[in-house]
């Protein structure tokens, strides 16, 4: 049929989609409120009605509404296609619509589509014992929860990203539409690749309200919102109205029309050639909040306010007038003509619902495990760096992975299920390798002065940390790999996106039915020690603390302390599943101290003595020296050294520390390490000295129940930090080796006498430090230029 | 002069105009790259040139560009104006024109404007010792540092907010524009009152390149840029160009095109009447990435490339040809002609330069705390609910706090420097009572079904956290006061943010010449234990571990256990300065325990015992049960009372935290308590049940140095949590009454055998819980029904 001439359903058509949509609102209502009694087959009793009334109803027909015309697609057009709800609060809707379809049934077998399967439907709605009240991952279909807002338009992205064949629609609220992270959404549009990638298809909700305001967009002149959505590069498709039978049908010619030219655009991309941006189509949809549900409650108008958000008539156990509106508005969707007296919808309802796997609940991508294949990881031999002699060689670990990264892009350059994304830093990360295997994906005109912009490229660059983060979950979530490069810092700035995909993670593993999918993996580099030159806003090493917080079952954090050790920790998350991993490591210059197959067993350990660095003999030592992070490690060898030299007798231990987790008590993190192989390389006993990457009392607070504890002496970063050299940084912050060495000597009973004179010389390198970078601006040459020499 | 019909500025004046601007860069390029020789009165030798060059050049001319041109219309306007460079990474720009205009001497008499001044400005740029890198505090004249990206808009909006007289200038970078943060501000001018607020004029700079990337908006096609920023509700002015000469008259012309529009605004609302929401103007200023500096590095193009995003010569110390380039750029801004012999500028590049405090850098704007009055707060008594008895009585909190921010909202109608900000939660967080003293600020249509909505408002309300924190943050950095109400578990969403006000603080309080600003207050309340409806993705008490993360100096943390304490806690962030202080409280019915008087004196204290709750008698208690935040204390007093009727002879102490930082070591926090008074509350020996209201092992973080820590067992938060009712909240959590008594039993020497059959009983409560609910949705009645009755 040619574009936009759209003749729209017929009238049976329209009948039997208004009867899955009425069904759909029964059900969405009947969560909300019933307890029993759910096909109202005997007149509404109080008891009838649960004792708590929870659940979200404003958003719930336009979803409804909108699932039934995507039904109506998918079907007519035999789509492979995913929805992302960005009003994921409207729970009662999606549950309503999978239960409809018949998937919800096939995972969880006592809520079928009968009577008995409505009742439990209804009653385990918000209940104890049942299910939340929002999309969590217990909803066939869903990779979105969307309980916080914001990321609905990125998650759809990060879905579409490489995978051709799909449509991926996105319901975007209003309320939704006002965070930044969805704002800044919208240009995701210019990383898109008509031919490698699916296509997203915005659908802008406008009921108008939020919890208790209008919103911002929804009260603009229609001119000033379209020129936005043209502006954010879409063509607006508008559907507005309060009448159901003028909506079907001009919602279904807008599917239509939409799909329509998103098929002929990648017609024209993928076999024509066309290489001009596309303008996607964008469906605005007009309908009123809490549409079908109660007109005024108590004298209020409810439908079309902000009052419908939640529920709208709150007293329908205690009053009766309430009671009776409930029990008008179920009536009124006529749940008698939609489903039997088994409780199974009647044929008409389920006259646009896809079969099988085209179902939205039932699509394999949105249950991306499934869908995983092992990474193709070559053999880190390959890409180690050769180390005759711990600390005499110098690499940038980050540039040794980019290597490792480039092999793996180039190997997936066929099935394309690797991304690596990053907000404008690949190449200040040193990872610039993996541009000789896949340029940056860029719609946008170029330039002759461009480098490595791509219109089918995997690598995904844009200044925003918040679409990085939501492309990544939507790729990892529907069954790829990838991984997030960021400024250590500015990570901070999806705190609250990762604690949700650790969530949904958390949640998704005590589901049988989700098949284990890609972990979240972070490479953490520019960190705080390295940030000399930005100064104290660029320097914060507290995402392990936020990260550490969170459910342990999901949580790894790993600090390599040099390249091959990057290597295998790299190795090791990238075929991992169902995590979120963290790596913080360098990107300047650092010594290697381990062979890789040292780095292996080191890595696979996760913490380990380097004896080679240590003077015990066999022995208890006098003293233990730890570190975690590649400076920390750096200068608690250089101090080990330092006490070389100068306390020859002393018997120190070097322990390096790479999982941090390895510290904690085996009952409270799987890689918690039992009591036993903590005293074994701490001591029960000795002074601990723990040089550590980022604030130390998060050392203390996996550490505190440990026998040694109060022992234990940590320097990290104690927020002091500005613009200056390398070494002050860990001067400023009393991590550097003559503190290390002056820690020592404080510590070990009856060193204090007798290292006096050692104690003062590590004063003295601290004040010559100090002259030093004021009359110089670069540091003294004997840090500079220190290796390891003992 | 009518609007849009500018002649443009004389030659005369252009000529002064580019004097200023090639001074600003030759000053912008010396920072980067000078030691010595700062007037080239000799030739340029590697020993004049810094030995690590460090600063961002690319932006520089823009920002340079933009602050001249300020210059020129706040001189011939007597503007009242303050300006924030979003691209704050641009320090040499910033430096450099307040050192040009006189106020960086001012405030710093040994960087005047002379030779030696100049060699000094050169000298301590980004060098140890010296001044960070970016438009840091220590910058006169700046607000905002641009460190981190995304926030100059809500800055400038939050400047602007009740500052009608202000012109607030915000130079936003097209990279930072890509942020999501920076893309939700632009509909803050939905929220900007023409009548009571200063005016916005966004400046946005396309300068093309980001680090190492085009940018989005800076290659978008003309006609759909405008779109977008139609869109945003503005009216673009376009000024484009690489020939210094026709940009200066097109920038000049675009200012006062722009200035007059934004009077002829105001006018129109302020004397006509006017209610139409204003379409203010936005400058678009296209200009090259490095503009005037080296076109080609080693036959590559730099200029107008994002190769110019930092050191455009990188090697000049060690390559002739570098430094010989370096040399002829610095040259082609003819210093000769721009400075005399001892290095001060000549008049005509002061001409543009306005006088006193009009200057961009001695605007006390930029310096609130010179601004700031003492906020009116009421008596606390007229807002204190009564307290019989404890534990009786119910109030919601925050409802009870609502009042008294009415008070302050209604005390400070005239002066309007007090707002109330929260992303569409002040009704649902029970603060509406502000509503009868003042609207929700809204540009907007209306329409008949609103409610509170006022175009003069002062309560902000969007569904944007980050907006509400950059609103909030431009308003008390420009010396007024507020509170910013918010969901605990989505606070975590400014997390960064938060960061970077911090350590604006921190930095700011070693500056004499920064006066104290009013404190960042948040109220989290809608919180973890009463997200019981919202499930898993709205439950996260993580935001206090991050703060208390940050330096102590300035962060401050609260957890009042019921509405007189909040009251009184509420009092003291309110008159407090410089600090970030989070409030803890819950809006839900909660037990008063404390008379306005004891509430007081507790707030005073922080932390001190409850001894009407236990049962010791002047010696030493058995346990302690100690409680912070009011969800626990409400667990803890059952527990008490358990204790009470089953264990009559146990002696037990209950201690209550309001302030948590009072665990803390006193050389950790100003807060931290002696620890003979930590040993006094605590004991050295006996077990203390601590039920605290978020992650347990924080109080282990915080009080790991007490004498008695290995006898402390904490119960809080650990991830467990969906949709259910607010009891089983506590129950999976572990933290419910039963179990604390269960922790009693277990804990004290000896009990476990005496107690068995408590012990048990508690067990049963704990099963008879779980099948009540599962049975009928809601807490059973001796849980739901329970107060204090010892």
New interface residues.
């Given amino acids: 049929m040619p574009e936009d001439q759209h003749t729209g359903p017929s009238d049976e058509e329209l009948r039997t989609l208004d009867a899955h949509w009425r069904a759909a609102n029964y059900l969405s209502a009947g969560q909300i409120y019933l307890?029993g009694n759910p096909l109202l087959t005997e007149p509404l009793r109080p008891e009838h009605v649960?004792?708590?009334l929870?659940g979200h109803w404003g958003t719930s027909p336009g979803l409804n509404l909108v699932y039934t015309h995507l039904n109506r697609v998918i079907r007519a057009r035999d789509l492979d296609a995913l929805c992302i709800w960005g009003p994921g609060?409207g729970g009662p809707s999606i549950l309503a619509n999978t239960w409809l379809e018949g998937t919800y049934g096939e995972i969880y077998p006592d809520v079928g589509r009968d009577a008995a399967g409505m009742a439990r439907l209804f009653r385990q709605f918000?209940?104890?014992?049942?299910?939340?009240?929002?999309v969590?991952p217990e909803v066939p279909g869903s990779i979105h929860?969307g309980?916080?807002?914001?990321y609905s338009l990125a998650h759809a992205y990060g879905a579409a990203f490489d995978n051709p064949g799909l449509l991926v629609a996105c319901v975007i609220g209003d309320?939704?539409a006002?965070?930044?992270?969805?704002?800044?959404?919208?240009?995701s549009n210019?990383f898109l690749d008509p031919v490698h990638d699916g296509a997203v298809l915005p659908i802008l909700h406008l009921n108008g309200y939020?919890?208790?305001?209008?919103?911002?967009l929804a009260?603009?002149?229609e001119p000033?919102?379209?020129?936005?959505?043209?502006?954010?590069?879409h063509d607006p498709i508008t559907v507005s109205g309060d009448d159901p039978a003028t909506v079907h049908r001009a919602m279904a010619t807008a599917m239509d029309t939409a799909l329509d030219r998103i098929a002929q655009a990648q017609r024209a991309a993928r076999e024509d050639g066309v290489t001009e941006r596309v303008r996607w189509p964008v469906i605005v949809l007009r309908t009123p909040k809490g549409w079908t549900g109660p007109a005024e409650v108590d004298g209020k108008?409810v439908e079309?306010?902000w009052r419908s958000h939640q529920v709208p008539l709150p007293g329908v156990r205690e009053n009766p007038e309430h009671l009776r509106q409930l029990e008008a508005w179920l009536k009124s969707y006529r749940p008698g003509e939609l489903f039997d007296a088994d409780g199974r919808p009647v044929d008409e309802v389920l006259a646009c619902v896809p079969e099988g796997d085209r179902r939205l609940g039932a699509t394999p991508h949105a249950n991306g495990g499934l869908l995983l294949r092992e990474l193709p990881l070559p053999d880190l031999d390959e890409f180690a760096v050769p180390v005759d002699k711990p600390g005499t060689t110098l690499h940038e670990p980050t540039r040794v992975l980019g290597d490792l990264l480039a092999r793996v892009m180039k190997d997936t350059e066929t099935r394309r299920d690797f991304r690596l994304v990053g907000p404008?830093?690949?190449?200040?990360n040193r990872l610039d390798a993996v541009f000789d295997a896949s340029g940056?994906a860029?719609q946008?005109?170029?330039?002759p002065?461009?480098e490595h912009?791509d219109r089918h490229g995997r690598v995904l660059?844009?200044?925003?940390?918040?679409?990085c983060q939501g492309w990544l979950e939507g790729y990892l979530l529907t069954g790829r790999h990838g991984l997030f490069s960021c400024y250590e810092?500015?990570v901070?700035?999806v705190?609250?996106m990762v604690?949700?995909h650790i969530?949904w993670l958390?949640?998704s593993r005590e589901l049988t039915w989700r098949a284990p999918i890609a972990s979240l993996n972070y490479l953490l580099t520019s960190h705080v020690w390295r940030q000399d030159?930005?100064?104290?806003?660029?320097q914060?090493p507290?995402f392990v603390?936020?990260v550490l917080?969170?459910?342990p079952g999901v949580v790894r954090v790993y600090l390599p302390p040099d390249a091959n050790t990057l290597l295998s920790v790299a190795d090791h998350v990238l075929r991992s599943r169902d995590y979120v991993n963290v790596i913080v490591a360098g990107k300047q210059p650092c010594y290697d101290w381990l062979t890789m197959d040292a780095a292996r067993a080191h890595c696979a350990r996760g913490a380990g003595v380097w004896d080679w660095a240590g003077t015990e003999n066999g022995g208890e030592p006098d003293v233990v020296l730890a570190c975690a992070g590649d400076v920390p490690t750096q200068e608690v060898l250089a101090a080990a050294q330092l006490l070389r030299r100068h306390l020859p007798q002393l018997a120190f231990r070097v322990v390096n520390v790479v999982d941090i987790a390895r510290l904690m008590p085996r009952e409270e993190h799987p890689h918690g390490m039992p009591d036993f192989e903590y005293d074994g390389l701490f001591t029960t006993d000795k002074p601990v000295i723990f040089a550590y990457h980022g604030?130390p009392?998060?050392i203390?607070?996996l550490a505190?129940r440990r026998t040694g504890?109060q022992n234990l002496h940590v320097r990290g970063y104690k927020?002091s930090g500005?613009?200056?050299?390398p070494f002050?940084m860990v001067v400023r912050n009393d991590l550097d080796r003559y503190r290390l060495v002056m820690d020592v000597i404080d510590r070990v009973p009856g060193l204090a006498v007798r290292a006096a004179a050692v104690r003062q010389r590590m004063a003295d390198a601290r004040t010559r430090h100090h002259e030093w970078?004021?009359e110089?601006?670069?540091d003294m040459p004997e840090v500079a230029e220190w290796s390891w020499n003992p």
């Fill in positions: 307890l649960k004792p708590r929870l609060h918000s209940f104890p014992g049942g299910v939340p009240s929002h969590a929860e309980g916080e807002l914001g309320g939704e006002e965070t930044g992270p969805l704002a800044g959404s919208w240009h210019k939020k919890i208790a305001n209008p919103t911002v009260r603009l002149p000033e919102l379209e020129e936005l959505l043209r502006g954010y590069g108008p079309n306010t404008d830093e690949t190449a200040s940056k860029w946008e005109r170029t330039l002065v461009d912009l660059e844009i200044l925003s940390e918040h679409l810092a500015f901070h700035i705190d609250s604690n949700q969530k958390r949640t030159h930005n100064g104290f806003s660029h914060d507290g603390d936020h917080n969170k459910s604030y009392w998060l203390h607070r505190y504890h927020e500005t613009t200056t050299t002050d970078i004021r110089h601006g670069t």
